[in-house]
């Protein structure tokens, strides 16, 4: 069983930044494509940002410039580094990782349990 464990989130006053991070753990051979999501009350969730184990990386318009996502291949760990933030950007986060398990012949999707991040105007 693989578990994504995230920590980092909080209250910050708008213009303020945040660091979020996820750790994988369990019987990991590799993680492969890993990002953070996010989901606001109403709202459908939506991908913020992803990284390729190779890190390449994709935004989401509404956070280019102002998030960067980055990761730890030796820690099966992925940052969500976010600036400037906006009240807009309060929604629950969640992690996501594309992981494969050992014994196993490809990667399965997992979740994390989700992070509040709240901005205040």
């Known amino acids: 069983q693989v578990q994504l464990v995230e920590s980092g989130g909080g209250l910050v006053q708008s213009g303020g930044s945040l660091r979020l991070s996820c750790a994988a753990s369990?019987?990991?051979?590799?993680?492969?494509?890993m990002a953070w999501y996010r989901q606001a009350p109403g709202k459908q969730r939506e991908l913020v940002a992803s990284?390729?184990?190779?890190?390449?990386?994709n935004y989401a318009d509404s956070v280019k410039g102002r998030f960067t996502i980055s990761r730890d291949n030796a820690k099966n760990t992925v940052y969500l580094q976010m600036n400037s933030l906006k009240p807009e950007d309060t929604s629950v986060y969640y992690c996501?990782?594309?992981?494969?398990?050992?014994?196993?012949?490809?990667?399965?999707?997992?979740w994390g349990q989700g992070t509040q991040v709240t901005v205040s105007s």
């Open positions: 996501y990782a594309d992981v494969q398990s050992w014994g196993s012949i490809s990667g399965r999707p997992s």
């Open positions: 369990g019987s990991i051979f590799s993680a492969y494509d």
């Open positions: 990284i390729t184990r190779d890190r390449n990386t």
